[in-house]
């Protein structure tokens, strides 16, 4: 499974600062070279349930995959 990078309490940000910070956080994946790192960046609040069903479906997806991997490797 990759790594998922998740923000939480986005709504503490305001959408532009958001968006600058999820673009800060994908340039330094790229540069350090980070391996089996997610290309998605994660954004939710728990207080405005911003992004939490897309996390759930991406992580669901995620799961699911990575066992289909070991169904496969065995």
Request: glycine share 4%.
């Amino acid at each position: 499974m990759n790594i998922q990078i998740v923000l939480t309490k986005s709504d503490k940000l305001k959408d532009d600062k958001l968006y600058y910070r999820m673009i800060e956080i994908a340039k330094t994946i790229e540069e350090k070279g980070y391996k089996n790192v997610s290309d998605r960046i994660h954004a939710c609040s728990i207080r405005t349930k911003f992004g939490i069903e897309e996390m759930k479906q991406c992580l669901a997806g995620a799961l699911i995959e990575s066992k289909q991997r070991n169904i496969d490797n065995n």
